[in-house]
């Protein structure tokens, strides 16, 4: 069974500067809620018992969202808060209770970012999910859990995206293994568009397997002087360790551009 996962949140995003400079995307609210509360109850709903958020030191206010138990009892003790608060409060503690952390300072991507957990996880799979992707209405995590329960594989969500944005993404070369899932046979950075293998794309829900870690710490820095889950995922496949592309069938947002994220509040 996944009863953890890891929810990366190190990153600069300087995608959404200037806000980012003074606010975590993670925090930008999203209908009344952080952005990242929509990962947690996906997480929560799916099963999963304890989740491990990788921040930097300059990102410590999010710690600070789910710590700031004198706040709230400072208003209780004054008797202003109301209904709708008291709920909010009460489902921080519950967040709270389920939360670890560790820190990544130096930006080195989501392989190395991965890394200071290494020592955490204690099963052979683990649930990854990228803060700058929703999936709404069909819970991605759930379906994900479910296929890998019966496959005993590694699972990657992935989606159909318009050929002129290939180069945007990584890109599976695939082969087909039943209804909409597909048996990876590859994974291509961000190919040119005459060169890739598919349109079907990494979106940023993986299960992944525990013996990543020992790849990724024989990783050297790549594109971007990063260490990239992907080249560890390439020789896992490579090795003959299975992987399945799972496509989703929920809403997708992008939250990780000013474009996506104003769409994100539009849509929910």
Known sequence: MIKQAIIPLAGLGTRLLPLTSVIPKELFPINGRPALE?????CINAGVKEIIFIISKRKNIIKKYFYNDYFFKNIIKKKIMDKNLKQEYEKIKKFKKMIKFVYQDS?????????????????????????????????????????????????????????????????????KFFKKNYLIEDVIEKPKVKLAPSRYAIIGRYIL???????LKKKNLGKGGEVHITDAI??????KNRFIAHTFLG??????????????NKVI
């Not at 397997?209 to 790849?215: G, L, M, R, W």
């Open 107 to 175: 930006p080195n991507g989501t392989g190395d970012a991965l890394l200071k957990c290494r020592k955490l996880i204690k099963s052979n799979f683990f649930l990854l999910l990228l803060p700058d992707d929703l999936i709404l209405k069909i819970n991605c995590s759930k379906s994900m859990i479910k296929l890998h329960n019966k496959y005993k594989s590694s699972i990657i969500a992935t989606m159909k995206v318009k050929r002129k944005d290939v180069s945007r993404w990584g890109i599976f070369k695939l082969s």
């Open 209 to 215: 397997p525990k013996k990543i870690f020992n790849e």
């Open 38 to 42: 929509y990962i947690l109850d996906e």
């Open 251 to 264: 809403k997708y947002l992008d939250c990780g551009t000013m474009k996506g994220y104003i769409n994100s």
């Open 234 to 239: 390439k020789t896992l496949i490579k090795k």
